[in-house]
């Protein structure tokens, strides 16, 4: 029987799975792990599949189980399969593990950066304006109290393109925070670019209305632009970096 560790990697895969195999997936797998015996000849698993039957989870489970019974190292052989095999290869950008479906997608305008994303850096969008400077080191400051170290794309001079650095930095990051404060149309395309790489986006705002009207179902927080505003505005972000970032949190995240 596998270890406890085994048995939880195990729980994991099956979920992934049965979200995502087709019967080709599964004898492709048996002919990986030397196991196409255990996927013939289960009962209810290849059927299951095909109508949608509510045991086939359990399924899932017990065909995985088999095949690392006969052979430990085919918990590697599997895990590596549903990473590769299945989503076709690529790398995970996203700040958490979705459970729902997920996608690759290779950009036509960036390149992908060699640096892994770094869970310990914030990255902060805004309009490039002295006039925000005080906002970004408020936002600095509520990073530092969490241990996470912010960016922000005008600090930055990587690539010749500036939407190239943007992009790496967004990419990078594990945290995004978008100061939406005068609609700014290049603030709501870096939001995007973070919505759809998954990142754990922040939206703040001088003025609600400035939120854009797609967004406003989702959580932001309004400040004023004065000291002691921004010293609220601390407070709130370092809570909410706290809790994104699995920390406890210093108090309640406020809208």
């Known amino acids: 029987m596998p270890n406890e560790a085994a048995g939880r990697r195990i729980l994991d895969l099956k979920r992934l799975v049965a979200e995502r195999f087709t019967a080709n997936n599964w004898f492709e797998l048996g002919a990986l792990t030397n196991a196409l015996d255990a996927v013939r000849n289960h009962g209810r698993l290849l059927r299951a599949l095909q109508w949608g039957d509510a045991d086939y989870e359990g399924a899932v489970f017990q065909v995985l189980l088999a095949m690392v019974e006969r052979d430990p190292g085919n918990l590697k052989r599997i895990a590596d399969y549903v990473d590769g095999g299945v989503d076709g290869g690529g790398e995970n950008a996203s700040s958490s593990a979705g459970s729902g479906r997920r996608i690759y997608i290779t950009p036509s305008v960036f390149e992908v950066p060699a640096d892994q994303p770094d869970p310990s850096l914030v990255a902060v969008m805004m309009p490039f304006d002295v006039r925000f400077d005080a906002v970004h080191a408020a936002i600095r400051k509520a990073a530092a109290q969490v241990g996470l170290t912010c960016k922000r794309a005008d600090n930055m001079w990587e690539n010749s393109v500036v939407i190239q650095d943007i992009f ?28 759809v790489l998954g990142k754990h986006v922040v939206p703040i705002t001088q ?32 809570e909410r970096f706290a809790t994104l970032t699995g920390r406890p949190p210093a108090r309640p995240w406020s809208v």
């Open 207 to 238: 003025q609600p209305d400035d939120i854009p009207f797609d967004l406003r179902h989702h959580r932001y927080s309004t400040y004023l632009a004065n000291g002691e505003g921004l010293e609220v505005l601390t407070g709130t972000l370092a």
């Open 168 to 195: 790496s930095l967004i990419y990078r990051s594990t945290i995004v925070v978008c100061d939406f404060t005068g609609k700014n149309p290049n603030v709501f395309y870096e939001a995007g670019i973070a919505h």
